[in-house]
């Protein structure tokens, strides 16, 4: 869990009462000489690779051995920039410490820490693009089986991304170069060429990996079940109000078209 810089918490007077107030208590000189802290790479997914820098601080009852361990990860800890600056909450203990034999949690070093919270940036990011563009937020709460309907229908429209990302093919390392335009766009010589046909989207067989199931396998599946719920639904609900509703009485002649 992230914590503010300026999160306070109790403290006696010449101990920290901030996170930033911890990891400045923390001792730092230069790379050669980091002090506390211990340099960590994060690997990013198009291979570039950064160096930051963790530390365990102490905050109240919070340690490095204690049940919740502050953990401080930054680019640089002298100045401790606020956009690149982590100040994290964990209950995975520490490696070798008197709670990593009893924790039910494994236990995590300074760069696994940081490797997890990392992750949380793209789950994040993946969860804005689905409420986005896939329509996650753009419903009317009327039940909880139609947010439950909705929901189901977004999470096949993503799996129908998701699947489709997958399928297309690396893209080819020696492209053949483009004839030279004019300016109205057209190709120097030659035909207009003609776009390549769509890929098939809807796959057959097994799941391509034993990590993610193939979600396309199970789109029968799921629809067939939102229709079955639909239906028991629809003939059910009208039985289920009509044993505490009292019959409909005939309207008085008067009111009609009766003579």
Not at 62 to 69: F, H, K, L, Q, V
Not at 142 to 158: E, G, K, P, W
Not at 197 to 217: E, N
Not at 253 to 259: A, C, D, H, S
Request: neutral net charge; contains cysteine; aromatic residues 8%.
């Amino acid at each position: 869990m992230a914590l503010k810089r300026r999160r306070g918490a109790w403290a006696a007077g010449h101990e920290a009462y901030t996170p930033q107030d911890a990891a400045r208590a923390l001792t730092w000189h230069d790379p050669d000489r980091p002090g506390d802290w211990t340099a960590v790479t994060r690997t990013f997914r198009d291979g570039h690779t950064t160096t930051w820098w963790a530390a365990d601080a102490c905050l109240g009852w919070w340690g490095p051995d204690g049940a919740t361990r502050l953990v401080v990860a930054t680019t640089d800890p002298d100045a401790l920039p606020e956009k690149s600056t982590w100040y994290l909450a964990t209950n995975l203990p520490r490696p070798g410490s008197p709670r990593a034999a009893d924790s039910p949690h494994p236990a995590a070093d300074l760069a696994e820490v940081v490797r997890i919270y990392g992750i949380r940036n793209w789950i994040e990011q993946s969860y804005k693009q689905v409420k986005d563009e896939l329509g996650w937020a753009d419903f009317q709460v009327r039940s909880d089986t139609a947010i439950r309907r909705h929901q189901t229908l977004v999470n096949c429209a993503f799996s129908f991304c998701w699947d489709t990302w997958t399928s297309q093919p690396d893209p080819d390392p020696n492209p053949e170069p483009v004839p030279d335009a004019d300016p109205t766009g057209r190709p120097e010589r030659g035909p207009t060429p003609t776009p390549p046909a769509p890929s098939a989207l809807l796959a057959t067989g097994t799941a391509r990996s034993p990590q993610l199931a193939d979600p396309l396998d199970r789109v029968t599946t799921l629809v067939a079940g939102m229709v079955r719920h639909a239906l028991t639904s629809r003939t059910a609900g009208p039985a289920r109000r009509g044993q505490q509703r009292t019959p409909p009485q005939p309207l008085l002649p008067g009111l009609t078209n009766q003579r």
